[in-house]
């Protein structure tokens, strides 16, 4: 009993992260049920076994990336304590593009692109993502200017916002040229403004 519990969480685990990286490959529109199961390795009746319908496996693939971000699981370290962590965050992003050869957007982007007013479900899960990126961002800052070392006109908030809306609009720009120097510069030129609010230290 133990071991088919075993197999059929390795299963239902084998198809989310099936649909994850074909769903960042192509698009969710472009990607159908029968090219998950095929793709997983996985019969049609176990798929619908562990997810009612497409719209449920976008969802249970979007909790996953967020317990990963949660969990400090993710390929993205989202815990930033530094300066010199922060610029590794925007790297890493560039990284993981490098990684596909810049043919691939952000993961949670390449599915947000493709909302519309009838995903509200998926919408909820791709802002509650996004709401925990933007904390773990505003965190630092916070602390560095609770810290005395940010300018008292710098909103935490407004500062994670940007960073965000920066390189998803960076990544999506090097996807289209298929080149990282868009994205390479888009992340210099976001820390450069985010510095301009360091409160330099009188010697």
């Given at each position: 009993?133990?071991a088919?519990?075993?197999?059929?969480?390795?299963?239902r685990?084998r198809?989310?992260?099936?649909?994850?990286?074909?769903?960042?490959?192509?698009g969710?529109?472009?990607?159908?049920?029968?090219?998950i199961?095929e793709?997983?390795?996985?019969?049609k009746?176990q798929?619908y076994?562990?997810?009612?319908?497409?719209?449920g496996?976008?969802?249970?693939?979007?909790?996953?990336?967020?317990?990963?971000?949660r969990?400090?699981t993710?390929n993205i370290?989202?815990?930033?304590?530094?300066?010199?962590?922060?610029?590794?965050w925007?790297?890493?992003?560039?990284?993981?593009?490098k990684?596909?050869?810049?043919?691939?957007?952000?993961?949670?982007?390449?599915?947000?692109?493709?909302?519309?007013?009838?995903?509200?479900?998926?919408?909820?899960?791709?802002?509650?993502i996004?709401?925990?990126m933007?904390n773990k961002l505003?965190a630092?800052?916070?602390?560095e200017?609770?810290?005395?070392?940010?300018a008292?006109?710098?909103?935490?908030d407004h500062l994670a916002?940007f960073c965000?809306?920066?390189?998803?609009?960076?990544?999506?720009?090097?996807?289209?040229?298929?080149?990282s120097r868009?994205?390479?510069t888009a992340a210099?030129?976001?820390?450069?403004h985010?510095r301009?609010?360091?409160?330099?230290?009188r010697?």
């Open positions: 009993m133990k088919r519990f075993v197999r059929g969480a390795e299963t685990l198809i989310i992260r099936t649909a994850a990286d074909l769903f960042h490959k192509q969710v529109r472009a990607t159908s049920p029968d090219q199961i793709a997983s390795r996985t019969g009746g798929f076994h562990y997810f009612r319908s497409k719209e496996l976008i969802h249970e693939v979007l909790q996953t990336h967020l317990d990963a971000i969990s400090g993710a370290n989202y815990e930033i304590s530094s300066w010199k962590d922060l610029e590794k925007f790297l890493a992003q560039i990284d993981l593009q990684s596909f050869a810049m043919t691939r957007g952000c993961p949670f982007g390449t599915i947000g692109n493709e909302v519309t007013e009838n995903d509200e479900l998926i919408r909820q899960d791709l802002n509650l996004f709401d925990v933007k505003a630092f800052f916070i602390r200017k609770s810290k005395g070392r940010l008292k006109a710098a909103d935490p916002d965000i809306a920066a390189i998803q609009g960076a990544m999506l720009m090097g996807k289209i040229n298929r080149n868009p994205v390479e210099r030129e976001t820390l450069v985010l301009s609010y360091v409160v330099r230290r010697k």
